[in-house]
């Protein structure tokens, strides 16, 4: 009788550890591109724009490990206004007085009108774009990336050094 005692407090304590360790988990606040462009007004931060697919392996890949990467969501919720596109999206876009759509209904894999805007053209998915305190696009990054990669691309643009530096001398200096 006492083992099995001990058997149901140790599953309860295990039980008890994991839910207080899950909640402890702190993820990216994403938020949709009208709420980031929205938030822009009042408190201005630079925006980053995660556009994906739904069949995107390496998408899934960056959300399953970059994204969830301590170091990741601190600097990424401390830096930036973080929005997930999925750029076949139905759902209309407003945007700068213009309306973004996907008028290719009916089609399986049709682009949104805004992911097309924001990708220039060259449709890669994963994509990330990083728009400055003033809504302008400042750059596209294509593709996947592990989380210690990752940080030096968020770090050259959220201190500005791309204003003053190549993106080749600034990861430089994050090696040392």
Sequence with gaps: MKKVNIIIIAVIGLFITNNISAQDVKKINWMTFEEAVKLNE????????DVYTDWCGWCTKMDQTTFVDPMI????????????FNAEQKEPVEFMGYTFVNDATGTKRSTHQLAAALLQGKMSYP???FMNEKNQ???VVPGYSKAEDFITILKYIG???FMHSTFEDFSKTQEQ
Excluded at 42 to 49: D, H, Y
């Design 73 to 84: 969501v601190e600097y990424m919720n401390e830096n930036f206004y973080a929005v997930k």
């Design 159 to 161: 201190t500005d050094a």
């Design 137 to 139: 696009a400042l750059t």
């Design 42 to 49: 009042t408190a201005p931060k630079k925006i980053f724009i």
């Design 127 to 129: 994509s990330y774009v």
